[in-house]
């Protein structure tokens, strides 16, 4: 089977979706969920062949880690797949509804996007994730996974396919077949079959899909994450705040990366922040004043400013007063997340609205801007683009709204 | 200047935006509107030259017509902006409130997209309603016109900016100072200035700007919106609605192209239908059932059905039920605007969940996928792609959301 036929098969196989009860939908993604307790040893089979080719290819062990199906990971996507059935259901939600004085009777009702893309990497349990988020939301689905990721990949979809199949639905999931570097650039021009590509990877990956797309895309570049310390901020609140921000997980998008600090509170603060720091192995890059207070702060630069450590380094930079935080973070924000740590009411508004990045946070850690966290049940992606979503995606950003107009014989005149 | 500074002067001169109040905003609408009765005799000299130039190039009468200011079109230009004054400031509304187990209190915010890029053909009162709605939504905006209109343009534009130069914040709108194609390539591929770009005008330029387009892209393809006539429709209501719907103004995207009619009611509904459409010159191209009711129906052909008329033609099948229409539809829609005219609920409730065009209308007329008549209050366009926003887009579809997270300290573990 062509591509193109795929497309259009699961093009086909969706029109169906919208129509489903939640309960049967909740119903297939625990069958879903079961066929893969159940067939946990043969997934590590199908698994271990594909460690095996990346043991071969003398891929790094990061790269391998990623790709392992470990018993518990098994579990979690069984998990997440019963988890996801539990969600509110959001298609067919009347979100808006109002009467015209004509007497038309005006609805916004919720309904999927239609089909989806997501083109992904080496870690397989993003199949199951993609598909229990896009399935439930009523859209169909094509997959492309990463060649590394074949056997597992393959292997996982059957599954789902086969708890779809008991309803005569199994088309609305298909997986591309190959891991040819085409099918990508192919699946990135088919706007006949998918309303929109979700890339999960890297950012190789995702900026080579904006350049050649012309399916419409909704992507997570990176987190350049910034905390201004204003002088009215609590120092007990401040130091845990930023050190969680920057230690509890640093190689992820909402780790801090740049730490800014009003000089009123500096001789405060940097003291027992930098102490801190020290001891969960932090490196400093500071500015100038920054560095008055401990040898170990390594001079910081222009281009730090601009870098996504994901790592255990942080810039720091000891400015005047909130006006200067937030220039410089309207500089160098990829509009992720900003925090903010005052006790200051007016500070507050000012910064929340002087900025507009995805998550404006207030005396909390970055690290809230999650979709678990957030309370959306579970996402599918944070997306810094500001079309259709921003900031992370649950179910509901995977549906649009459509009007229903109710009249009794209403004309234009 | 070039077009890269200029994008990154309405960039940086728009971040101000989101925190402007809605009466500074009202005010510059209000001020903007006045510019434009005050200068109106200036404002059709400059016309002029776009006229005579159109004239000279041999232009169509409907292309010169387009481009024609006259005195009654300038008053509606200052009336669309004071207009959208008296609309709803959708900048910072909360849409969303509710709080977590840990205390975090989430917000969702209503912000503006960023910097808008307008591309447009031949009509300059564009200028102005692009203007009004990104401004007033919070977006900078950059405008790139058509050759024909370059001198009304760029008037225009100069009396906005008079406006908003009071102010202090002239460079939230821009004019392309240049008709080079290679400047809509530009902007086609600016991300770093442009959130997205809204084309307005022909599929040609629109198709164009899909396929190089890097930058997000909202647009409106073709209307090819459908009708069903159940068994159960009054008949009464179905011979207007069909009639108003193909008739009232043919060449537009929401009227009516192919009707379908269930063939329990074709007896009574086709004669009297086929007698109003005579009477006002509509030509019916109907299936073989359709012809016999009169000598005046020609063959309707597949390539019919899937063609966007936007002239006194109509499609007409008879088809055996509900399920038949619906297959119908949705084989040939282009997802904007369907209608059924029906006394079944049930039927209606079919029709309404199995078709996810951008309006889905029970019992009247298709012209009403409108934004004025939807109580949008204005519209930039009807989009028919389902990513942001589906349907007509007014002054909400011109922002995102962003989330505010208050805290106080609380960390991840």
Chains 1, 2 share one sequence.
């Not at 930098?274 to 401990?294: M, Y």
């Amino acid at each position: 089977m062509t591509l193109k036929e795929l497309g259009q098969r699961t093009k086909l196989a969706s029109k169906i979706l919208p129509t489903l009860s939640t309960e049967l939908k909740q119903d297939i993604l625990k069958n879903m969920a079961s066929n893969i307790r159940l067939a946990s040893e043969a997934i590590k089979v199908e698994n271990q062949k594909d460690l095996d080719g990346a043991n071969e290819k003398g891929l790094s062990s990061a790269m391998i880690d990623r790709l392992r199906l470990s018993d518990e990971r098994i579990q979690a996507m069984a998990q997440s797949l019963e988890e996801v059935a539990t969600l509110e259901d959001p298609v067919g939600a009347i979100t808006e509804e109002y009467t015209r004085p004509n007497g038309l009777l005006v609805q916004r009702r919720r309904i999927p996007l239609g089909v989806i893309g997501v083109i992904y990497e080496s870690r397989p349990n993003v199949t199951v994730e993609a598909a229990s988020l896009c399935f439930f939301a009523g859209n169909g689905l094509i997959l492309r996974g990463g060649s590394e990721a074949y056997h597992s990949n393959q292997f996982l979809v059957k599954l789902l396919k086969s708890a779809l199949a008991e309803r005569g639905v199994d088309d609305v999931i298909n997986m591309v077949p190959t891991t040819d570097r085409s099918s990508v650039d192919e699946l990135a021009k088919m706007n006949d079959v998918l309303d929109v590509i979700i890339p999960r990877g890297g950012e190789g990956l995702i900026r080579r899909i904006y350049e050649i797309a012309t399916v419409p895309v909704i992507a997570h570049y990176k987190g350049n994450c910034h905390m201004f310390i204003d002088e009215s901020a609590k120092l007990e609140n401040a130091v845990p705040i930023a050190m969680n921000s920057k230690a509890q997980r640093p190689g992820v998008c909402n780790a801090l990366e740049t730490l800014l600090i009003h000089e009123n509170i500096a001789e405060q603060f940097l003291p027992a922040f930098l102490s801190e720091a020290d001891k969960q192995h932090v490196e400093i890059r500071g500015c100038a004043k920054t560095q008055t207070f401990s040898e170990k702060v390594v001079p910081v630069t222009q281009e730090d400013f601009d870098t996504e450590f994901l790592d255990l380094i942080l810039a720091v930079k000891v400015v005047p007063g909130l006006p200067a935080a937030i220039d410089h973070i309207q500089t160098y924000t990829s509009d992720h997340t900003e925090v903010i740590v005052s006790e200051d009411k007016e500070h507050v508004e000012t910064f929340t609205r002087a900025l507009d990045s995805s998550a404006i946070i207030v005396n909390a850690s970055t690290r809230f801007n999650d979709g678990g966290q957030l309370g959306l049940g579970a996402e599918i992606g944070i997306s810094t683009t500001k079309l259709h979503s921003f900031g992370p995606m649950g179910l509901r950003e995977l549906t649009t709204t459509k009007f229903v107009v109710t009249g009794n014989g209403q004309l234009r005149n």
